[in-house]
Every structure is written in structure tokens, then in C-alpha cells.
């Protein structure tokens, strides 16, 4: 398996523009989580998905922010009007389970820039 | 609630020293417990978990973690240092009362000097 697929692995857009970043799981894994990665705040847990379905979207920090999980092989997460605080490493992991047997497999992740 | 506690955000060592990174975790119920590595611009990768079988865990690249349950530790050593070592590590806690989804510390930064 190719492991966690993340696309692109960097963006760089301007304040108010729309950004979506990608994600392709695991297949056979049937959890995908989204987090969100910097300096100050660590590593935040945004949103998950078990089976395609949002079980827990508490961490997405605005309306500005949503997720979507179309089918098993398949998650968006968009940002529309992007910020510069918005600026970060955005994570996708997937786990077979809620991962707390097996752990997460992470992918390589999208370092957005916003200025 | 429960948490997890990484015990110094910066760990400095020479190369061939011991390693330790220390992790407490707060939990009222058993737990899994994880370490993961995270290379420079790279993800999170899994370096060994605790799952209630033997305490001490062996994971990849010389790493080991002790569970003890009366002092709530699981810390990360290796016996000898090298360079490729440097790296972000963390420790991450699941327990059944939370659908087993991971909770993570913040993270510990590990210098490996020559």
C-alpha cells in the first residue's frame, strides 16, 4: 500500500482565496482524521470521519472550515475565505478502528501558507 | 480528564549517549499507549505502542518504552544516540471511555550533538 496519499504537499494563496487539500486513506481503513499542525498550539485535532460519516468535527476552528468524505478513498478539507492564520501543516491520518489498537498512519501532510 | 504529559519540550544529547523521553499519562482506565516520531517535514510515524500484553515494548530503530502502571510512565530510551535520531516525538494515550481515539502531548524535541 502507498500509505496515506496528501495532495498538494505545499500551497501558497492569498488572503480570502479558497484552499482545499486532499487526502487519500489507507484502503480497508474506516477512520480518517484531519489535524492541523503548528508552532504555538501543537497538533490539533480537527475533524474525523468513521465509515464516510463526521463523528466529531468540535476542532474546526470557524465556519470558514469544512470536511467532506465523499467515499472510503476520498476526503477534502476546504478553507473558504482562507486567512494567514490559517497558515499551518495540515495532517490526514486513517486507522483501521479509532486507532487504538493499531495507531494512526499518518500521510506526509500540506504545509499552507497564507499571505 | 484524561491527558498526557511530555516532561521537557527540548531534549539535548551526544551521539552514543542514552536517550530518554519521558511521558506520563492520567487515565482512570487501562490505557494503549504510543510513542510516534516525526521527522522534518515529514508525518507522524509509529515507533512502538503498549496494548496491555508484555510492559516493555520494542519498536523500530533501537527504541523501547516501559509501561508502569504505578508511577502512570510509558518513557521512550534508546541505549545509544545517533544522528538520524534527531526528530519531534510524541507520546499519545487511548482508552475505551473515548471510542479509543488517540490524545497527545505536546510534543518533545530531541538534538542529537556529535
Known amino acids: 500500500d502507498a500509505g496515506v496519499i496528501q495532495s498538494p504537499r505545499h500551497e501558497v494563496t492569498e488572503m480570502g482565496q479558497e484552499v482545499t487539500l486532499r487526502c487519500k486513506p489507507i484502503s480497508g481503513h474506516d477512520y480518517l482524521f484531519w489535524y492541523r499542525q503548528t508552532m504555538m498550539r501543537g497538533l490539533e485535532l480537527l475533524i474525523y470521519f468513521n465509515n464516510n460519516v463526521p463523528i466529531d468535527d468540535s476542532g474546526m476552528p470557524e465556519d470558514r472550515f469544512s470536511a467532506k468524505m465523499p467515499n472510503a478513498s476520498f476526503s477534502t478539507l476546504k478553507i473558504q475565505p482562507s486567512e494567514p492564520r490559517d497558515s499551518a501543516v495540515y495532517f490526514c491520518a486513517s486507522s483501521f478502528g479509532a486507532g487504538g489498537y493499531y495507531g494512526y498512519t499518518f500521510g506526509s501532510g500540506t504545509r499552507l501558507t497564507v499571505v | 480528564a484524561q491527558s498526557v504529559t511530555q516532561l521537557g519540550s527540548h531534549v539535548s544529547v551526544s551521539e552514543g549517549a542514552l536517550v530518554l523521553l519521558r511521558c506520563n499519562y492520567s487515565?482512570?482506565?487501562?490505557?494503549?499507549l504510543f510513542w510516534y516520531v516525526q521527522y522534518p517535514n515529514q508525518g507522524l510515524q509509529l515507533l512502538l505502542k503498549?496494548?496491555?500484553?508484555a510492559t516493555l515494548v520494542k519498536g523500530i530503530n533501537g527504541f523501547e518504552a516501559e509501561f508502569k502502571k504505578s508511577e502512570t510512565s510509558f518513557h521512550l530510551t534508546k541505549p545509544s544516540a545517533h544522528m538520524s535520531d534527531a526528530a519531534e516525538y510524541f507520546c499519545?494515550?487511548?482508552?475505551?471511555?473515548?471510542?479509543?481515539?488517540?490524545?497527545w502531548g505536546l510534543g518533545t524535541s530531541l538534538a542529537v550533538n556529535p
Open positions: 499519545a494515550v487511548s482508552y475505551a471511555g473515548n471510542n479509543r481515539k488517540l490524545i
Open positions: 487515565s482512570s482506565v487501562p490505557p494503549y
Open positions: 503498549y496494548t496491555s500484553a
